[in-house]
């Protein structure tokens, strides 16, 4: 029997934004299926999030916004993995992108998935696995 390979997520809180309850469903929901999870804390820059997710060669980054910066960070981010040559990692985003526009530009601009609030866990949590895949 071919075993699976463990799927590993970067999850990160760029800026200032503080409020880290959704992100840490995310993770336990991610644990609790198998997933590996890294998670860098608040307050980490973009810079930051890009070289720890190259040093764990993890396969899915997901970034949780919910200050409004969203389409200043998430380039800023994929500029950044591109920069260090891991511009092939798939990056999540999630939080607070209430602008179905702003959704839509940001997976435009390179990111792999962009989830409203509304989305449920479940579907997150598959979505990422079938990222890494």
Same mark, same amino acid.
């Given at each position: 029997?071919? $075993?699976?390979?463990?799927?590993?997520?970067?999850?990160?809180?760029?800026?200032?934004?503080?409020? !880290? $309850?959704?992100?840490?469903?995310?993770? &336990?929901? %991610?644990?609790?299926?198998? +997933?590996?999870? /890294?998670?860098? =804390?608040?307050?980490?820059?973009?810079?930051?999030?890009?070289?720890? @997710?190259?040093?764990? *060669?993890? *396969?899915?980054?997901?970034?949780?916004?919910?200050? =409004? @910066?969203?389409?200043?960070?998430? #380039?800023?981010? %994929? =500029?950044?993995?591109?920069?260090?040559?891991? =511009?092939?990692?798939?990056?999540?985003?999630?939080?607070? /992108?209430?602008? $179905?526009?702003? $959704?839509? &530009?940001?997976?435009?601009?390179?990111?792999?998935?962009?989830?409203? &609030?509304?989305? #449920?866990?479940?579907?997150? +949590?598959?979505?990422?696995?079938?990222?890494? !895949?």
């Amino acid at each position: 029997m071919k $075993r699976r390979r463990v799927v590993r997520v970067l999850l990160g809180k760029p800026g200032l934004d503080g409020h !880290d $309850r959704g992100i840490k469903i995310l993770a &336990q929901a %991610l644990k609790d299926v198998g +997933v590996e999870v /890294i998670y860098t =804390g608040l307050h980490q820059s973009v810079a930051q999030i890009a070289l720890t @997710a190259v040093q764990e *060669d993890v *396969d899915v980054i997901g970034v949780s916004i919910l200050s =409004g @910066a969203h389409m200043t960070l998430v #380039p800023e981010l %994929l =500029g950044q993995l591109n920069a260090l040559g891991a =511009g092939d990692k798939k990056v999540v985003v999630g939080g607070f /992108i209430p602008d $179905r526009d702003d $959704r839509a &530009q940001l997976e435009a601009v390179g990111a792999a998935k962009v989830f409203d &609030q509304d989305v #449920p866990i479940t579907e997150t +949590v598959s979505t990422i696995i079938s990222l890494a !895949d």
